[in-house]
């Protein structure tokens, strides 16, 4: 119940073209939802966040879609860029308790210049 | 602002020997973490330390691993001995109490240890 199942494990998209990674959740009581970004030799940095409350948060080119009832959430990367190639971590937390961090398996990006 | 340090980068040793990991967090950042992060997996977190307390060590293998965080800064992370499987790279987090519900951990580079 503390997983959080993330879909692909890898993605080809050419630029230009939308990236899409899907994460699923079985435990309610989680309440915050971060991804991240991680490059080569590099810790992953915080690239959106997302709370229940609200079902889509945009900033730029990253938007997370929410859908609270079917426990999944997904990130799309628009007009994708081969600077956008990296891995990409799906989180989750409940901000409650200790707030650790619960990570999917990742997602590597690559976009094909 | 500094980032997350961690040292070294890079270690190598044979099964059942001993080694160290050092973390020092974002000046002011009470809450430091400690993630295992195995090839092709996602970070799994192996302690939480809020200031110089343990908040969560669940996850943590506390036959062969220990961690401390003297004086609520600076920490290290030991495993004593090392298996094969302990080849990971080890990441160091560290956060803020921030605006509620919003708290970004500010990872290192990492610390990628090699067990042969």
């Known amino acids: 119940q503390q997983q959080v199942k993330q879909s692909p494990q890898s993605l080809i998209v050419q630029k230009g073209g939308i990236s899409i990674i899907n994460c699923a959740y079985e435990?309610?009581?989680?309440?915050?939802f971060p991804w991240y970004q991680q490059f080569p030799g590099k810790g992953p940095a915080l690239l959106i966040a997302?709370?229940?409350?609200?079902s889509e948060k945009k900033e730029g080119r990253f938007t997370i879609s929410f859908n609270k009832s079917a426990k999944q959430f997904s990130l799309h990367i628009m007009d994708s860029q081969p600077g956008d190639s990296a891995t990409y971590f799906c989180?989750?937390?409940?901000?409650?308790?200790?707030?650790?961090?619960?990570f999917g398996t990742g997602t590597r990006l690559k976009v094909l210049a | 602002e500094a980032g997350v340090a961690q040292s070294p980068r890079y270690k190598i040793i044979e099964k059942r020997q001993s080694v160290a990991f050092w973390c020092n967090p974002i000046s002011g950042h009470a809450t430091l973490y400690w993630y295992q992060q195995i090839l092709g997996q996602g970070p799994k977190l192996l302690i939480q330390f809020q200031n110089n307390g343990v908040v969560d060590d669940s996850q943590l293998p506390k036959d062969r691993f220990s961690a401390e965080r003297l004086k609520g800064v600076d920490s290290t992370l030991k495993i004593q001995p090392a298996k094969l499987e302990d080849s990971a790279v080890y990441l160091c987090?560290?956060?803020?109490?921030?605006?509620?519900?919003?708290?970004?951990?500010?990872f290192g580079p990492g610390t990628r240890l090699t067990v042969l």
């Open positions: 989180a989750a937390s409940i901000t409650s308790g200790t707030y650790k961090y619960i």
């Open positions: 987090a560290s956060s803020e109490p921030g605006l509620a519900g919003f708290i970004e951990q500010f």
């Open positions: 997302i709370r229940p409350d609200v």
């Open positions: 435990n309610t009581a989680f309440d915050y």
